[in-house]
């Protein structure tokens, strides 16, 4: 998944599932891993387990079944370990949004 403005050419945010000492893959079909975006497993056991039936069951490659479960955030391989701050908007006690009380009609009274 490319991500134009924070890697180099060619390089992409990918998901380490597992890792040995060694491999039955030629060294020139591994790739190294540049930097770990955050400490804690993205996706936890028990998910990464479900998602991998998934991938088989549908026979659909790993990588790409791990990356639509994966925060946007790190799809685009920013962290996540500060989430965004929350949004807040006032409302009535209908859950109307206030800038509609805001264009409330005129009073029927005239001023005293």
Do not use: C, F
């Not at 380490?16 to 039955?24: C, F, G, L």
């Not at 991998?52 to 994966?70: F, R």
Request: hydrophobic share 35%.
């Amino acid at each position: 998944m490319p991500n134009e403005g924070s890697k180099r050419a060619g390089e992409r945010v990918g998901i380490v599932v597992e890792h040995t000492e060694r491999s039955a893959l030629a060294p020139a079909k591994l790739k190294p891993i540049r930097e770990v975006l955050d400490a804690a497993p993205a996706i936890g056991a028990e998910l990464l387990h479900t998602l991998s039936w998934a991938a088989d069951y549908y026979h659909y490659p790993l990588g790409e079944v791990l990356s639509h479960a994966l925060p946007a955030l790190l799809r685009e391989g920013r962290s996540i370990e500060q989430p965004p701050e929350p949004t807040w908007r006032l409302t009535d006690k209908a859950g109307r949004s206030r800038s509609r009380r805001s264009r409330a009609r005129p009073s029927a009274r005239s001023p005293p």
